[in-house]
């Protein structure tokens, strides 16, 4: 039987759809979902939830030893476009949690940390296409920054104290059980939603402004998967690169209009423009693929297919 399993952020938009992958593979009783506020009601019933600050490292502590936990996945953290808002709120945030949940595995309080990086982590001087695993990293945002640091922590408390922590730098996001937050890639889960709602769609980015994305369904396959190989073929301790997809505003708009003919987007680019143009359009993923046989599976319409069915009910 797998040991219990900790999800730090459980009701955000990735928090949700791991902690149903995980209750289903492990158990509901298995895995402890946690966040700051309740979530959705399929979540809270589903198995075990604890109200948790992330921040908190005494109370994070308590419901490690209560359920003996053995792995964490912390997914709590400020996005982007928020970020830029409350820089010291979201410098505090993403980096206290992360310290938090690498002190415990470093006290082997627990044995297994899952933290998630992001695309965020490349900057203006970044090779923006086919962005390398490892290459220039100056991070133009708040939130870019504090993945960049964190990835240097995790790397170091597995070097220095032996910490076995995985991290992927997710590109954006795509889903449908639950809407991203302050982020900068969000236009492309509102898009349908709007699609649906009133068949238009005012974007914040350019029509042009081409961005790596996933769908969740995979995002969620490549966490597992990274989580479950053996720890000797993890290489790469800081995080790795993840490629799902590669799209504009414009080229989604038209993978919509497959389906909904009248649907009309407009553009009105706003602060988000200048964080989505110091982000990589693609990203060279190879390391992922040939270390723990990563391998995406939803393209754009694919995804389009998808979002659209589900969303309709
Ligand atoms: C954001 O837009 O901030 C996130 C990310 C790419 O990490 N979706």
Known sequence: MHKPILIIGACGQIGTELTFELRSKYGDENVIA????????ALMQSGPFELLDATNYAAIEDVV??????????????????????PMRAWNLNMNSLFNV????????????FWPSSI?????????????????????TVYGISKQSGERWCEYYYKKYGVDVRSVRYPGLISWKTMPGGGTTDYAVEIYHEALKKGSYECFLDSDTELPMMYMDDAIRATVSLMDSPAEKIKV???????????????M??????????????YAPDFRQEIADSWPSSIDDSAARKEWGWEPRFDLDQTTLEMLKNLKG
């Open 34 to 41: 946690s966040d700051i506020r309740e979530g959705g009601e």
């Open 65 to 86: 030893m209560h359920y003996e936990i053995d792995e964490v996945y912390l997914m709590a953290a400020m996005l982007s476009a928020t970020a830029e808002k409350f």
């Open 102 to 113: 690498l002190n415990l595995a470093k006290e082997k309080k627990i044995s297994k940390v």
């Open 120 to 140: 965020a982590v490349f900057g203006p001087n970044t090779p923006k296409q086919n962005t390398p695993q490892s290459t220039i990293m100056e991070p133009s």
């Open 237 to 251: 301790r800081s995080s790795y690169n993840l490629a799902g997809m590669n799209f504009t505003p414009k080229q």
């Open 253 to 266: 708009a038209d993978s919509i209009a497959k389906h909904i003919p009248e649907f009309k987007i407009s």
